[in-house]
Protein backbone atom coordinates (compact mmCIF):
# COMPACT_ATOMS: atom_id res chain seq x y z
CA UNK A 1 0.00 0.00 0.00
CA UNK A 2 1.33 3.75 -1.15
CA UNK A 3 2.93 5.70 2.25
CA UNK A 4 1.24 9.05 2.20
CA UNK A 5 3.54 11.54 1.78
CA UNK A 6 4.23 15.79 1.65
CA UNK A 7 5.57 16.50 -1.74
CA UNK A 8 7.17 19.67 -1.39
CA UNK A 9 8.72 21.75 -4.98
CA UNK A 10 11.49 24.44 -4.33
CA UNK A 11 12.41 22.25 -1.30
CA UNK A 12 16.27 23.02 -1.50
CA UNK A 13 16.12 26.91 0.19
CA UNK A 14 14.76 29.19 1.20
CA UNK A 15 10.24 28.93 2.25
CA UNK A 16 10.36 25.44 0.26
CA UNK A 17 13.15 24.39 2.72
CA UNK A 18 11.31 25.80 6.24
CA UNK A 19 8.26 24.09 5.45
CA UNK A 20 10.36 20.84 4.86
CA UNK A 21 11.40 21.23 8.57
CA UNK A 22 8.68 21.73 10.13
CA UNK A 23 6.72 18.99 8.44
CA UNK A 24 9.88 16.79 8.97
CA UNK A 25 9.48 17.92 12.17
CA UNK A 26 6.20 16.27 12.68
CA UNK A 27 6.93 12.79 11.53
CA UNK A 28 5.01 13.33 7.39
CA UNK A 29 7.06 11.32 5.19
CA UNK A 30 8.59 13.62 2.94
CA UNK A 31 9.42 14.32 -1.24
CA UNK A 32 11.36 17.16 -1.67
CA UNK A 33 12.32 18.53 -5.04
CA UNK A 34 14.17 20.58 -6.72
CA UNK A 35 16.49 21.45 -9.64
CA UNK A 36 19.51 21.37 -7.99
CA UNK A 37 20.37 17.97 -7.10
CA UNK A 38 23.67 18.81 -4.66
CA UNK A 39 21.59 21.97 -2.47
CA UNK A 40 18.91 19.39 -2.40
CA UNK A 41 20.89 16.32 -1.10
CA UNK A 42 22.37 19.05 1.33
CA UNK A 43 18.56 20.19 2.25
CA UNK A 44 17.92 16.86 3.37
CA UNK A 45 20.84 16.90 5.72
CA UNK A 46 19.78 20.09 7.29
CA UNK A 47 16.76 18.15 8.02
CA UNK A 48 18.60 16.87 10.65
CA UNK A 49 16.56 13.36 12.42
CA UNK A 50 13.21 12.91 11.25
CA UNK A 51 10.20 10.35 11.97
CA UNK A 52 9.28 9.68 8.94
CA UNK A 53 10.52 8.82 5.28
CA UNK A 54 12.53 11.65 3.51
CA UNK A 55 13.67 11.61 -0.30
CA UNK A 56 15.05 13.59 -2.56
CA UNK A 57 14.28 14.11 -6.16
CA UNK A 58 16.37 16.51 -8.75
CA UNK A 59 13.69 17.52 -11.04
CA UNK A 60 13.64 20.49 -13.66
CA UNK A 61 10.19 21.67 -13.57
CA UNK A 62 10.58 24.27 -16.03
CA UNK A 63 10.96 21.42 -18.66
CA UNK A 64 8.44 20.01 -20.93
CA UNK A 65 7.20 16.96 -19.37
CA UNK A 66 8.93 17.24 -16.30
CA UNK A 67 5.64 16.92 -14.02
CA UNK A 68 4.75 14.15 -15.50
CA UNK A 69 7.66 12.11 -15.00
CA UNK A 70 7.60 13.59 -11.68
CA UNK A 71 4.36 12.10 -10.67
CA UNK A 72 5.85 8.93 -11.86
CA UNK A 73 8.76 8.41 -9.80
CA UNK A 74 6.77 9.37 -7.01
CA UNK A 75 4.14 6.93 -7.46
CA UNK A 76 7.29 4.43 -7.99
CA UNK A 77 8.49 5.23 -4.72
CA UNK A 78 6.04 3.80 -3.03
CA UNK A 79 4.17 7.18 -2.04
CA UNK A 80 0.79 8.84 -2.29
CA UNK A 81 0.84 12.41 -2.03
CA UNK A 82 -1.67 13.98 0.54
CA UNK A 83 -0.51 17.35 0.73
CA UNK A 84 1.17 18.91 -2.35
CA UNK A 85 3.28 22.06 -2.28
CA UNK A 86 3.78 24.00 -5.37
CA UNK A 87 6.20 26.42 -4.24
CA UNK A 88 9.23 26.14 -6.99
CA UNK A 89 9.34 29.49 -8.98
CA UNK A 90 11.25 32.26 -9.79
CA UNK A 91 11.50 35.88 -11.19
CA UNK A 92 12.79 38.24 -13.92
CA UNK A 93 13.92 41.25 -13.24
CA UNK A 94 14.03 44.34 -16.28
CA UNK A 95 12.60 45.68 -19.12
CA UNK A 96 10.59 42.62 -21.12
CA UNK A 97 11.84 43.48 -24.33
CA UNK A 98 15.35 43.19 -23.35
CA UNK A 99 14.67 39.97 -21.38
CA UNK A 100 15.34 36.25 -22.94
CA UNK A 101 12.43 34.70 -24.51
CA UNK A 102 13.64 31.72 -23.36
CA UNK A 103 14.04 32.46 -19.96
CA UNK A 104 9.92 33.94 -19.98
CA UNK A 105 9.07 30.76 -21.53
CA UNK A 106 10.75 28.85 -18.46
CA UNK A 107 9.46 31.10 -15.68
CA UNK A 108 5.98 30.57 -17.30
CA UNK A 109 6.60 26.64 -17.70
CA UNK A 110 7.53 26.55 -13.86
CA UNK A 111 5.47 29.03 -11.83
CA UNK A 112 1.87 28.58 -13.66
CA UNK A 113 2.00 25.01 -16.24
CA UNK A 114 3.95 23.14 -13.54
CA UNK A 115 1.92 24.32 -10.48
CA UNK A 116 -1.63 23.31 -12.71
CA UNK A 117 -0.21 20.17 -13.63
CA UNK A 118 1.22 18.42 -10.46
CA UNK A 119 -2.68 19.83 -9.32
CA UNK A 120 -4.04 17.88 -12.14
CA UNK A 121 -1.87 14.51 -11.72
CA UNK A 122 -2.43 13.94 -7.58
CA UNK A 123 -5.85 15.70 -7.25
CA UNK A 124 -7.82 12.60 -8.59
CA UNK A 125 -6.65 10.35 -5.58
CA UNK A 126 -6.63 12.95 -3.10
CA UNK A 127 -10.92 13.34 -4.01
CA UNK A 128 -10.91 9.47 -4.21
CA UNK A 129 -9.54 9.29 -0.52
CA UNK A 130 -11.83 12.22 0.20
CA UNK A 131 -8.84 13.87 1.84
CA UNK A 132 -5.70 16.02 1.51
CA UNK A 133 -4.67 19.50 1.05
CA UNK A 134 -2.27 21.39 -1.72
CA UNK A 135 -0.47 24.85 -1.10
CA UNK A 136 0.09 27.05 -3.88
CA UNK A 137 3.10 29.75 -3.58
CA UNK A 138 1.91 33.19 -5.20
CA UNK A 139 3.04 36.52 -3.76
CA UNK A 140 1.38 39.52 -2.84
CA UNK A 141 2.82 40.33 -6.48
CA UNK A 142 -0.48 38.47 -7.63
CA UNK A 143 -2.61 41.31 -6.36
CA UNK A 144 -0.87 44.29 -9.24
CA UNK A 145 0.38 44.42 -12.15
CA UNK A 146 4.11 44.47 -12.09
CA UNK A 147 6.30 46.87 -14.71
CA UNK A 148 9.95 45.45 -14.72
CA UNK A 149 8.86 42.07 -13.68
CA UNK A 150 5.95 42.13 -15.39
CA UNK A 151 6.07 38.31 -16.67
CA UNK A 152 6.49 37.37 -12.63
CA UNK A 153 3.68 39.29 -11.62
CA UNK A 154 1.59 37.95 -13.99
CA UNK A 155 2.41 34.24 -13.56
CA UNK A 156 1.27 34.79 -9.73
CA UNK A 157 -1.73 36.23 -10.37
CA UNK A 158 -2.59 33.32 -12.38
CA UNK A 159 -1.88 31.23 -9.61
CA UNK A 160 -4.15 33.09 -7.25
CA UNK A 161 -6.74 32.39 -9.56
CA UNK A 162 -5.76 29.39 -10.15
CA UNK A 163 -5.89 28.46 -6.86
CA UNK A 164 -9.22 30.24 -5.55
CA UNK A 165 -11.48 28.43 -8.50
CA UNK A 166 -9.90 24.69 -7.46
CA UNK A 167 -10.71 25.40 -3.89
CA UNK A 168 -14.37 26.53 -4.80
CA UNK A 169 -14.85 23.73 -6.94
CA UNK A 170 -13.29 20.94 -4.42
CA UNK A 171 -16.61 22.60 -1.68
CA UNK A 172 -17.44 18.89 0.13
CA UNK A 173 -14.92 16.76 -1.44
CA UNK A 174 -12.57 16.73 1.78
CA UNK A 175 -9.63 18.56 -0.54
CA UNK A 176 -8.59 21.93 0.43
CA UNK A 177 -6.39 24.67 -1.46
CA UNK A 178 -4.69 27.20 0.15
CA UNK A 179 -2.42 29.88 -1.30
CA UNK A 180 0.59 32.07 0.12
CA UNK A 181 0.83 35.19 -0.81
CA UNK A 182 3.84 36.56 0.89
CA UNK A 183 5.39 39.83 0.40
CA UNK A 184 9.89 40.58 0.34
CA UNK A 185 11.09 37.49 1.94
CA UNK A 186 14.50 36.52 2.27
CA UNK A 187 15.50 34.38 0.09
CA UNK A 188 17.83 33.55 -2.98
CA UNK A 189 14.78 34.57 -5.49
CA UNK A 190 16.36 38.60 -5.68
CA UNK A 191 19.49 37.08 -6.90
CA UNK A 192 17.97 34.46 -9.32
CA UNK A 193 15.94 37.52 -10.64
CA UNK A 194 18.65 39.88 -11.44
CA UNK A 195 17.02 42.35 -8.80
CA UNK A 196 19.71 43.22 -6.19
CA UNK A 197 19.56 46.81 -6.30
CA UNK A 198 16.00 47.25 -7.17
CA UNK A 199 13.85 48.57 -4.67
CA UNK A 200 11.31 46.42 -4.37
CA UNK A 201 13.88 44.07 -2.37
CA UNK A 202 15.34 46.82 0.21
CA UNK A 203 13.95 47.59 3.49
CA UNK A 204 12.12 45.53 5.97
CA UNK A 205 12.02 41.40 4.64
CA UNK A 206 10.13 38.55 6.81
CA UNK A 207 12.42 35.60 7.01
CA UNK A 208 11.63 32.40 5.32
CA UNK A 209 11.62 30.72 8.50
CA UNK A 210 8.69 33.23 9.75
CA UNK A 211 6.47 32.78 6.56
CA UNK A 212 6.85 28.84 6.74
CA UNK A 213 5.49 29.03 10.14
CA UNK A 214 2.67 30.94 9.12
CA UNK A 215 2.08 29.72 6.19
CA UNK A 216 2.05 25.14 7.97
CA UNK A 217 -0.61 27.06 10.41
CA UNK A 218 -2.98 28.59 7.70
CA UNK A 219 -2.89 25.20 5.67
CA UNK A 220 -3.66 23.29 8.94
CA UNK A 221 -6.59 25.25 9.13
CA UNK A 222 -7.58 24.82 5.94
CA UNK A 223 -7.16 28.73 5.24
CA UNK A 224 -7.55 29.97 1.71
CA UNK A 225 -5.70 32.75 1.50
CA UNK A 226 -2.62 33.57 3.47
CA UNK A 227 -1.17 36.99 3.50
CA UNK A 228 2.25 36.93 6.20
CA UNK A 229 2.67 40.53 8.03
CA UNK A 230 0.55 43.17 8.44
CA UNK A 231 2.45 45.76 6.50
CA UNK A 232 1.75 43.07 3.24
CA UNK A 233 -2.02 42.98 4.57
CA UNK A 234 -2.45 46.33 4.43
CA UNK A 235 -0.45 47.57 1.34
CA UNK A 236 -2.83 45.07 -0.19
CA UNK A 237 -6.47 46.11 1.47
CA UNK A 238 -5.50 50.14 0.68
CA UNK A 239 -4.22 49.49 -3.06
CA UNK A 240 -8.03 48.32 -3.69
CA UNK A 241 -8.69 51.94 -3.54
CA UNK A 242 -6.63 53.05 -5.46
CA UNK A 243 -6.85 53.80 -9.34
CA UNK A 244 -4.40 51.23 -11.24
CA UNK A 245 -2.87 53.66 -13.01
CA UNK A 246 -1.79 54.96 -9.74
CA UNK A 247 -0.76 51.69 -8.51
CA UNK A 248 1.33 51.63 -11.84
CA UNK A 249 3.05 54.65 -11.26
CA UNK A 250 4.02 53.61 -7.62
CA UNK A 251 5.24 49.97 -8.45
CA UNK A 252 7.37 51.50 -11.22
CA UNK A 253 8.52 54.04 -8.62
CA UNK A 254 9.86 51.18 -6.49
CA UNK A 255 11.11 48.47 -8.94
CA UNK A 256 13.37 51.16 -10.64
CA UNK A 257 16.92 50.38 -9.42
CA UNK A 258 18.40 52.37 -6.85
Do not use: W
Not at 25 to 35: A, H, K, T, W
Not at 157 to 181: D, H, I, M, R
Not at 202 to 208: D, E, I, L, S
Not at 241 to 251: A, E, G, N
Amino acid sequence: MPKQAVLITGASSGIGLELSKLFAQRGFNLVMVSSNAQKLEEAKKALGSCQGIVITIPKDLSQPGAAKQLYQQVKNAGFSVDILVNNAGFGIYGKFEEQSVERNTELINLNCSAVTALAHLFLPEMIKNKSGKILNVSSIAAFFPGPLMASYYASKAYVLSFSLALSKELEGTGVTVTTLCPGRTETDFKITAGAERAGTFKGNVMTAEKVARIAYKGLMKNKQIIIPGICNNLFVFISRFLPRSIILKILKKIQEQS
